[in-house]
C-alpha cells in the first residue's frame, strides 16, 4: 500500500468528521432557547361601587387576555382587612364562554357586607381553565 495513498484518506477521514461535527454544531446542537414569559392575563377597568349606605359593593372589570390562544376561566375576588381576607367570591369570566387572543372578558360581583369587618382592600385573581 502506498503510504501517499493512506495519507490522503486518512485526511479526508479527518476533514469528513470534522465537517460533520460542525454541521451538528451549527444547527442548533449548541445553541440555547430562550423564551420570554410575560403577564398572560390582566385585571383592567376594575371599579369598586358601594350601594345602600356602604353595606353592598360591586366590583366589576375586565380580564385581558395576552396569552396565544382563546381562554375561559374565573376571577376569585378576595374582600380583605388588613392582611386578612374576610370573603372570597368566584365568578365565571365572560359568562363562562372563552375569550380570544387580544380581547377582554367582563366579570361582575355583588355581596352584601353588612356585619362583616371594615373592608379595606379588593383584589381579584384570575385562573384559568
Known amino acids: 500500500m502506498n503510504i501517499s495513498f493512506a ?57 385581558k387576555n395576552s396569552s396565544f390562544a382563546s381562554v375561559k376561566g374565573y376571577v376569585v375576588v378576595y374582600f380583605n382587612n388588613g392582611g386578612n381576607v374576610v370573603l372570597a367570591l368566584e365568578e365565571n369570566v365572560n359568562g363562562g364562554a372563552p375569550f380570544l387572543h387580544g380581547s377582554k372578558g367582563f366579570f361582575e360581583v355583588s355581596t352584601n357586607i353588612e356585619g362583616l369587618p371594615k373592608i379595606n382592600n379588593i383584589t381579584v385573581e384570575f385562573i384559568s381553565r
Do not use: H, M, W
Open 7 to 63: 495519507k490522503r484518506v486518512f485526511f479526508r477521514i479527518l476533514f469528513i468528521f470534522f465537517f460533520v461535527l460542525s454541521c451538528a454544531y451549527g444547527a442548533g446542537a449548541g445553541v440555547r432557547e430562550r423564551t420570554f414569559v410575560g403577564p398572560q392575563f390582566e385585571i383592567v377597568d376594575l371599579s369598586v361601587n358601594k350601594f345602600s349606605d356602604g353595606t353592598l359593593l360591586n366590583v366589576n372589570g375586565y380580564v
